[in-house]
Nanobody, 121 residues
Framework: VQLQASGGGLVQTGDSLRLACAAS????????MSWFRQAPGKEREFVAG???????DYEDSVKGRFTISRDSRKDTMYLEMNSLKPEDTAIYYC????????????????WGQGTLVTVSS
């Protein structure tokens, strides 16, 4: 399993950004897909997850602002991030696993390399 995250960058408060996670081998249908993030000086934390029937789960601080989705034809997962805040600044990792819910990173089997999102105030 290979996961490749992209789409990070430097934006201002209130801006939007879309992250993508390209997977290999029909991963998005077979696995629980998720996004985690790690802010400077903090532990990695769960952001959002999605399973095969498009049921989703979000960390409370991103509910209503972030949307996770997947395109099985492209074997790609997305994270649409709106109304970004400085506290969203972090390295964002895409992940795949077999356990739902996936809030604990111990339930992750595979990690992408991460993409940096920086939100300036």
């Amino acid at each position: 399993v290979q996961l490749q995250a992209s789409g990070g960058g430097l934006v201002q408060t209130g801006d939007s950004l879309r992250l993508a996670c390209a997977a290999s081998g029909r991963i998005t249908d077979a696995y629980v897909m998720s996004w985690f993030r790690q802010a400077p000086g903090k532990e990695r934390e769960f952001v959002a997850g999605i399973i095969w029937n498009d049921v989703t789960d979000y960390e409370d601080s991103v509910k209503g602002r972030f949307t996770i989705s997947r395109d099985s034809r492209k074997d790609t997962m997305y994270l649409e991030m709106n109304s970004l805040k400085p506290e969203d600044t972090a390295i964002y990792y895409c992940a795949a696993g077999r356990t739902w819910p996936v809030r604990n990173e111990r339930n992750v089997d595979y990690w992408g390399q991460g993409t940096l999102v920086t939100v300036s105030s």
